[in-house]
Structure formats: C-alpha cells, structure tokens
C-alpha cells in the first residue's frame, strides 16, 4: 500500500519525507497509468500554473478528474489546492486548466508574491482534537492562496484573520475595507475537506508536524479499499 504524490513540479519530495516519517511509502505519480497503481493521492505546492502545463503535457487531467470522481482521498495543498477547486480567481490565473471536484473559490497569490510569503499560528480545532499535540499549527505560507467562497458540503479546517492592505488583490483590499472600518478585513479559508478531498493552502511538508499527513492518512483509511492494516494500525502487524 502506498499513497501516490504528484510529482510533477515542486514540493513532491518533501511530502514523501514526511509520509516516511509515519512508516508509508509515498509513490511518485508522473503518468496517468500509474494512478492506477494508488488508491489515494498528495498533490503538493508548487507553482500551478506551471504544474498544470506539465499535468496536460502527460494527458494527466482526465485522469485526475476520474480520481477525484470516484471519490478517492486526495489533498492538495497550496498549488494543489489551486488544482483541486471548481473556480480559481486572482491574478496570473487566466485559462488554467484545474481538476476541480472541490467546491470553493480559491484566491491565487492571495497573500503576495514570493517576498510576502509568511509563517503564521494556525487553529485547527477538529485536527488538534483527532490527532493531539500543542493546540495550534505552523502554517508556512508561500506565495498562497485563500479560500474564498465554499460551497455547502464543505466542511472549514482553518481560517485566517487578513488585515485588507496586506492581500494582493487591490479589488479584494478594497471590499474588505468597506466591510470593516478598523483595517481588519474579513477573514478568509485556509484549510477545508469536502468528502475525500482535503485542501491546505499552506505546506504541512515543510514543518516537521506530521499531524495533517496523519489526518489524511485516517482519511484514506476510513476508504478503506488498498490500505493494508500497518498503515492503517501501526504496531498491529
Ligand atoms: N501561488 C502559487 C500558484 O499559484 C502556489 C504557491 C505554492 O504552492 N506555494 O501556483
């Protein structure tokens, strides 16, 4: 048993580290036929403008689309967040093609390029309660997205405070402004799940916290279909 990661474009390898660490080997996912091969999938942050060329230069959406439709676990995180919802907004995000299945708005670059890329204390109460330790999570932010509209199966993960002149969008600054007069704008989606799909738009790989894998992992556990009991139940086989 193995859990696929898409290993098209950016933080790839640092997932399979960190699904190392919890004793499950990670597959690298660059053909459609191999997803045949994984009954769940990673898709990692990177640049996704750049992901889904190379996604499309494999013939790899329709396979991705399928995946996701037969509701196989899958998370994406940041770049793969992108991936995974129905409508992307913001700006550079013109014509890209996504795979979709996630029922939210997300918000490219959010947050500002490269240089505004931050880290930031996260509350994460439902997997804080699942899966123990201190009770918030580092949350890196690089060049990242927000969730800005979900659709009603989706169930909110983690959430963000934005002060309205820090976002990248001059028209999303400005609709916030006028919905708060003292400079703190609305606060917008930073981790959702939606049946077997979970989407983070920071990068849980790049923290040695490996409770979102562990999380995902349960996720893929309780699909149930390819998962042998040592990943399942650790120490039980
Ligand atoms: N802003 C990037 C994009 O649109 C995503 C950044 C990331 O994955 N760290 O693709």
Same mark, same amino acid.
């Given at each position: 048993m193995a859990v696929g990661v898409l290993a098209l474009q950016g933080s790839?390898? /640092?997932h399979i580290a960190a699904l190392r660490r919890l004793g499950v080997k990670g597959v690298e996912i660059r053909k459609p036929e191999q997803l045949q091969s994984v009954t769940s999938l990673i898709i990692p942050g990177g640049e996704s403008t750049t992901m889904a060329k190379l996604a499309e230069y494999?013939?790899?959406f329709p396979a991705l689309r399928e995946f996701v439709k037969m509701g196989k676990p899958v998370w994406g995180t940041c770049a793969g967040l992108i991936f995974l919802a129905n409508k992307a907004t913001g700006q550079k995000t013109g *014509?890209?093609?996504l795979v979709g299945g996630l029922d939210c708005l997300v918000h490219r670059n959010f947050f500002g390029s490269q240089i505004q890329s931050f880290e930031a204390e996260l509350q994460v109460p439902a997997i804080a309660a699942k899966e123990g330790g201190p009770p918030t999570f580092r949350g890196v932010f690089i060049r990242a997205p927000a969730i800005l509209e979900v659709g009603p199966e989706v169930?909110?993960?983690a959430d963000f405070p934005v002060q309205s002149n820090k976002v990248a969008d001059p028209n999303y600054a400005l /609709?916030?402004?006028e919905e708060d007069n003292t400079g703190t704008a609305r606060k917008v989606i930073v981790a959702v799940k939606q049946g077997n799909l979970l989407a983070t738009a920071f990068h849980p790989e790049l923290t040695a916290d490996t409770r979102w894998h562990s999380y995902f992992l349960k996720m893929v556990c309780e699909v149930g279909e390819g998962t042998s009991s040592s990943m399942c139940a650790p *120490? /039980? /086989?």
């Open positions: 790839f390898n /640092e494999h013939n790899l *014509g890209q093609e169930e909110v993960l /609709e916030s402004q *120490g /039980e /086989e």
